[in-house]
């Protein structure tokens, strides 16, 4: 059976392991991404962990899920925040065919989490997927048929960044500014508060965490709402750690999306929550290889 080095890198952990030609994790390991000392000695790490494997294996490719924005075709980093300070073009695929002889692809770890649920999550038998992941911003993905829709330049789906309210999407529906509002009305250090706090004392009464999280689930119906007028899918999947509170939010969201989405539209749509969780990077970047090289 065949086995690929799938890799997945996100800004404090390196995960990675074997899978199968079947899309089955046959092992699992992470490194600190140590993304301060930059983007280079993430190449290095990358170039270690395929030689180590590479060693011992028989594997056919290389599959790299990665934060930033990425030029698919090239295999490399077109745009990334200071966060990863000079990971903006660093290269994968070029590297790793020179030095190993293995065909690479590399896809931004957003779009990955959302073909993973696509392919083997949420989103199975979907004709149309759009997928958000709610973090410290809202990253966005939409599956048509297989296939991640990119854009002209690759920049599809940035919702973060769409206009909501005289502000942003992510400004105001992220699991950030959840954490934020509920420091800023308590009067207290943002940095005494998380999403599973806020969570816990709404779970128990607290109003001002009630109020904040309803307040939350109406932005993100708002946006998945203006989201689908112009996509039209007929699923729509939620990831994010703090999605994770599935129980207590879907009732929320979906009530809102109901008030925010015409009925036609609101019929057609699945509401559904991210399956994959954490090997979502991993399985994406295998599927999205897979789907280039039999392409190619």
């Given at each position: 059976m065949k086995k690929y080095i799938s890799i997945d890198i996100g800004g404090t952990f390196i995960k990675y392991g074997l899978i199968n030609e079947n899309g089955h994790i046959l092992e699992k390991n992470q490194v600190e991404t140590q993304a301060s000392l930059g983007g280079e000695q993430i190449l290095e790490k990358v170039l270690k962990i395929v030689g180590i494997y590479k060693q011992?294996?028989?594997v056919e490719g290389v599959a790299i899920s990665t934060a930033g924005m990425v030029d698919a075709k090239k295999g490399s980093i077109r745009y990334a925040s200071e966060l990863i300070p000079k990971y903006t073009g660093i290269q994968f695929k070029e590297p790793i065919k020179e030095k190993f002889d293995l065909p690479c692809q590399v896809e931004n770890d957003v779009n990955c989490a959302g073909l993973a649920e696509y392919k083997a999550g949420a989103g199975k038998d979907s004709k149309i997927a759009l997928i958000l992941t709610i973090g410290t911003g809202i990253g966005g993905c939409v599956v048509i048929n297989d296939e991640v829709y990119h854009g002209v330049s690759g920049s599809a789906m940035e919702v973060g960044y769409m206009k909501?309210?005289?502000s942003t999407f992510e400004t105001l529906g992220s699991?950030?500014?959840l954490v934020e509002?509920?420091?800023?009305?308590k009067n207290?250090?943002?940095d005494n508060w998380d999403g599973k706090k806020v969570f816990a004392l709404a779970k128990s009464g607290d109003e001002v965490c009630i109020?904040?999280?309803?307040?939350?689930?109406?932005?993100l119906a708002m946006g998945i709402a203006n989201i689908s007028y112009v996509l039209n899918p007929d699923t729509v999947i939620l990831g994010g750690g703090i999605m994770a509170q599935e129980e207590y939010l879907y009732e929320r969201i979906d009530r809102k999306l109901k008030i925010y989405l015409e009925k036609p539209l609101y019929d057609e749509i699945s509401l559904k929550f991210a399956s994959n969780q954490n090997a979502a990077g991993m399985l994406g970047a295998f599927y999205n290889f897979q789907n280039k090289e039999e392409n190619i």
């Open positions: 011992k294996e028989k909501v309210k005289d699991a950030k500014a509002k509920v420091a800023n009305l207290d250090n943002v109020k904040a999280i309803d307040e939350m689930c109406d932005i």
